[in-house]
């Protein structure tokens, strides 16, 4: 089909499909953890986790094959541990309210809070740890690529 947009409005459109994009990523975040805190249940999000992984796996594969980290954040130790004590503290402070509502225990929540921010936190420096060296990996692949490339012409 023929494209009825110029240039102004085709960058208009991929800022607006952006935007909605993280919209929906947050927003369904935000629906889930509301889900939990509340008495919604785990077994209540399965469709909003499909839908949230898939987005989330969409994104950072395209990221990653085109070379794309982030506009502001470099993939280095640094910004991993960083990143990762975020989610790890919201997700700690989020499992110390569950298990404080369910059992009313002070100390078992607090240990529970401690125990799940130490697991997320291992878990995501990890993770980004391998996707920061599979990221550079295919920034260098892409480097080469262009490299041979601009040789033959």
């Known amino acids: 089909m023929k494209n ?3 240039e102004r409005q085709e960058l208009k459109l991929l800022k607006i499909e952006h935007n909605g994009c993280w919209i929906a990523f947050w927003g369904l975040l ?3 953890l509301i889900q939990i805190l509340g008495n919604g249940g785990i077994k ?3 469709g909003e986790w499909i839908v949230f ?3 989330a796996i969409y994104l950072m594969i395209g990221c990653m094959k085109n070379g794309i980290w982030d506009r502001k954040l470099k993939p280095d130790f640094k910004t991993n541990v960083m990143i990762s004590s975020i989610a790890a503290s919201v997700m700690g402070i989020i499992w110390f309210f569950i298990s404080y509502r369910n059992y009313h225990k002070l ?3 607090i240990a529970t809070g401690v125990f799940m921010f130490l697991a997320i936190e291992i878990l995501c420096i990890a993770a980004l740890m391998v996707s920061s ?3 550079k990996s ?3 692949k892409l480097e080469e690529i262009e490299e041979d ?3 033959e012409n």
């Open 4 to 6: 009825n947009l110029d």
């Open 30 to 32: 935000i629906a889930m």
């Open 44 to 46: 209540n999000l399965i």
């Open 53 to 55: 992984m898939c987005l």
């Open 107 to 109: 100390i078992g929540s």
């Open 133 to 135: 060296k599979i990221y």
């Open 138 to 140: 295919r920034v260098q």
């Open 149 to 151: 490339s601009m040789d």
